[in-house]
């Protein structure tokens, strides 16, 4: 059998090595267009802040990929005919498959009020970091527009290089997506004690610039000069070159596929964020690690049945770290802890925890989840919440 | 800028890497070869070169003690294991030998145990010292030493107490991240520590041997020679701290510290001491691997959810204080215990 799996971010590799531990016959490519090796794309703003050279996003030696043949391959994949079970790449090679994984993740959105200028960025790919770090020692001023995960990321990054940073973010209050006005508040504070120029309910109405950004006017009408622009709006699966190849597979918003992660066409399948399984997108890494194992599994012919479990996320705001399980909105009980900044919020439904939001302390998400799954009352999780705490030793925080 | 630029380069085998450690070297062969620092010593009041490495060395542990907390303010794992550090070092490293040497006694760091250091058994001077000092060596090296660390790590010792790994987690702080990560490392580290442990056995024995049967063959004498020129002054020396710039902090503690392959099968063999990792939250960033001192692909083991212990580490915890993710746990106790919901 000849596996070829298109992507070798954490769902490509994650598949090929899953195929490779249970048929040490089959013959295994991966082709990749951004990378000839398999690289943390969650720590892009460690190389950026020079805290971590190029090669330390590495998760495993390169020899593994030798040692566990799998062929790698530096290209973009331009044509896919799933009639003749064919690939065609930019580089202009032909590749046969008898399985083919489509694992190409996602993209930077694109906003509307972009234009092609040197100078705007986005934070997503290597190449993207190769212009964030050729532009940074000319930036007298930047502006980041959209406050989400990877928004935060990038502006950490700019303070980091010294670099004075206007963070323009959409929504009155800081990421309500996941946070509520207390905790977008605790967040925002946090984020102008670093120095950032953090500008909650404003958007980018215009930029202005000849061949390389001269500036950005808000929607308050205000005229920032910079030469930088970081659009960091959120991302979408990476399915524009599937629309223009020969057999497109059915496309919604991703790839779609079923519990099986097969998509519409014979011995084709998609896993990780390019995927919409079963009408769901999961843009996380651990997500594309778990579909990618299962993927692995169903094109070995095996019976899969795909349901994520119950959400859990973390993230880190400069120095604030975050955990939430189940859900994230709704109504719950809030508090902040005393003397420090860190808060615990539970949202609770007909008495029972449906969710957690845990900010500036550690805690163990595997707990938190159980509670959810085993749908305790709120007024028992408040007396249990000790149990779930995963500081560091010396360093338990009182409730 | 010109000031990141500058530490950037220090701190990543940048050409002023080079020169600190040119110069860390040289200081070192000064110190063990010649007689080059003495005057210097006695500039400043001191009776001997040993004596100005001792305030060297304390000054130089305090003020990277200092940095160090300010930096980890917020983790109190690392405040409290660098007080003590500190602590350690000016009472039991410096003061108390200090004042032992004023008062024209013999020089004892009590803070120090076989093999390590390694005169401390060797039986023609051990048996020489006063009756309290020769229990609470054999008391210490034998018994205290191993079982404290089956009981919590080798970290007890080596990122608590010790003088060595005081330095490397004080003033080496800003090279930790250059141990070597590879594979071929982490075998050419299982080579050289056991065979270190082994010669240093070996020679504990020959002269428990000679000193029974009262017969110190020459070879044995060239032998001690050998390994206090060896292991005693270059390796632990000239290429331990010369070469934090280039090496990481913890090339002698890694490679070849007999003490640390001692401590390194009790820590296995206690099964207490562990690194827990969080399932299925590791992000597989790499800084925890980037940042473990001792070369231990942390990143590994987390990434595979697999919680676990390594011999060689040492208990920093600095890999789970730079997680993003708050993915990793130092924790002691016997049995993984799963809190976890399962999969
Ligand atoms: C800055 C940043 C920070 C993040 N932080 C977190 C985090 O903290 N936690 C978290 O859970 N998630 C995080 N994510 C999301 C996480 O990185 C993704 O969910 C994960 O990488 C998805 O993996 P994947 O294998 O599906 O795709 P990808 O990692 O995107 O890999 C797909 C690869 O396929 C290549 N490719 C695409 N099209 C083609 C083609 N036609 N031919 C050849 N190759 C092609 C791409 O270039 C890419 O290299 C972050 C993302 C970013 C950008
Ligand atoms: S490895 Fe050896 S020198 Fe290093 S801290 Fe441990 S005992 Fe001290
Ligand atoms: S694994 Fe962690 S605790 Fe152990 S030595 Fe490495 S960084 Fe320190
Ligand atoms: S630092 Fe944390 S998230 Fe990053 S690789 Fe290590 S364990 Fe995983």
Redesign the interface.
């Known amino acids: 059998m000849h596996l070829v799996i298109v992507g070798n971010g ?1 769902a490509g590799i994650t598949a090929a090595m899953a195929v490779r531990a249970k048929d040490p016959q089959a013959e295994i490519t991966i082709i990749s267009g951004e990378s000839e090796y398999f690289f ?1 794309r ?2 892009l703003m ?1 190389a950026y802040m ?3 050279q190029r090669r ?4 495993y ?1 390169r020899k593994v990929f030798r040692e566990q043949r799998l062929t790698l391959r530096k290209d973009w994949v331009v044509d896919l005919d799933a009639g003749a079970r064919q690939l065609r790449t930019q580089g202009g090679a032909t590749l046969s498959y008898d399985k083919l994984l489509l694992a190409t993740g996602s993209r930077g959105r694109r906003a509307p009020w972009e234009r092609d200028l040197e100078g705007v960025v986005r934070f997503v790919s290597l190449q993207d970091l190769d212009a964030c770090e050729r532009l940074t020692p000319g930036t007298r001023r930047a502006v980041v527009a959209g406050g989400g995960l990877i928004g935060v990321e990038l502006v950490e990054c700019l303070v980091h ?2 670099v004075p940073v206007t963070f323009l973010v959409r929504e009155p209050s800081y990421w309500p997506a996941a946070l509520s006005p207390e905790e977008g508040e605790m967040v925002a504070a946090h984020i102008r004690a670093q120095g950032v120029d953090l500008r909650l309910g404003t958007e980018v109405a215009s930029m202005e610039g000849e061949g390389k950004v001269a500036g950005i006017t808000t929607t308050a009408g205000e005229a920032i000069a910079c030469q930088m622009v970081g659009v960091t709006i959120g991302v979408e699966p990476n399915v524009e070159w599937l629309r223009s190849v020969k057999t497109p597979p059915d496309l919604n918003r991703g790839v779609l596929t079923d519990q099986a992660f097969r998509t519409s066409l014979p011995d084709v399948f998609a896993a990780g964020d390019v995927a919409e399984v079963t009408g769901r997108i999961e843009p996380l ?2 997500a594309a690690k ?1 579909q990618g194992e299962a993927a692995a599994l169903s094109m070995m012919g095996e019976r899969v049945e795909y349901a994520p ?1 119950a959400y ?1 996320n ?1 993230a ?1 705001f400069f ?1 604030l ?1 975050w ?1 939430c399980a189940g859900e994230t909105k709704g109504p719950g009980r809030f508090r902040k802890l005393p003397g420090r900044e860190a808060s615990v919020r539970v949202i609770e439904r007909d008495g029972m925890a449906v969710g957690f939001s845990m900010l500036g302390t ?6 938190l ?2 509670w959810v ?1 085993q749908r305790l009352r709120v007024d028992d999780v408040m007396k249990r919440l000790s ?1 779930a705490q ?1 500081d ?4 338990r925080v009182a409730l | 800028m010109i000031r990141d630029r500058l530490y950037h380069d220090l701190t990543n085998r940048g050409i002023t890497g080079w020169i600190v450690a040119a110069l860390l070297v040289w200081f070192y062969i000064a110190l063990y070869f010649t007689e080059n620092l003495t005057p210097w010593a006695q500039k400043v009041g001191l009776s001997s070169k040993w004596d100005l490495y001792g305030v060297l060395y304390t000054v130089v542990i305090l003020v990277g003690g200092i940095a160090m907390i300010r930096k980890y303010g917020h983790n109190r794992y690392q405040v409290v294991r660098t007080a003590v550090v500190m602590f350690v070092q000016v009472v039991f490293a410096f003061s108390i030998p200090m004042m032992l040497k004023a008062l024209h006694q013999p020089e004892y760091y009590l803070s120090y145990f076989w093999p390590l250091k390694f005169d401390y058994m060797n039986p023609e001077y051990l048996f020489r010292q006063p009756w309290p000092f020769v229990v609470y060596t054999l008391a210490a090296s034998l018994v205290i030493v191993p079982l404290l660390a089956a009981l919590f790590g080798k970290r007890w010792y080596c990122s608590w107490v010790c003088g060595c790994g005081g330095l490397a987690n004080t003033m080496g702080e800003p090279w930790r991240h250059l141990s070597d990560k590879s594979s071929a490392a982490w075998k050419f580290e299982k080579v050289s520590i056991y065979s270190v442990l082994c010669i240093s056995l070996a020679l504990t024995g020959l002269l428990f041997y000679s000193w029974f049967t009262k017969s110190k063959a020459p070879e044995v004498v060239q032998f001690q020679t050998w390994y206090g020129l060896i292991v005693g002054s270059i390796l632990s020396g000239a290429v331990g701290t010369g070469l934090y710039p280039l090496g990481g902090t913890r090339v002698w503690c890694r490679f070849f510290c007999p003490m640390a392959a001692l401590l390194g099968i009790t820590q296995r063999a206690g099964k207490r001491f562990h690194i827990r990792v969080k399932e299925d939250m590791c992000i597989s960033c790499g800084l925890c691997s980037k940042y473990c001192e001792m070369g231990i692909d942390v990143r590994a083991y987390a990434q595979r959810n697999e919680s676990f212990t390594r011999a060689s580490c040492v208990g920093c915890g600095i890999c789970s204080e730079v997680c993003p993710r708050g993915v990793l746990r130092l924790e002691n106790q016997s049995g993984l215990v799963q809190i976890s919901g399962g999969r």
């Open positions: 954490v943390s969650t720590a460690y020079d805290i971590m330390d996003l590495e998760p030696e290089h010294r890494w651990y778990r479990p859990y973390s880190k120095h770290e955990t550690r805690w163990n998400h595997r707990v989840v159980k799954e149990e995963y560091v030793e010396f360093g």
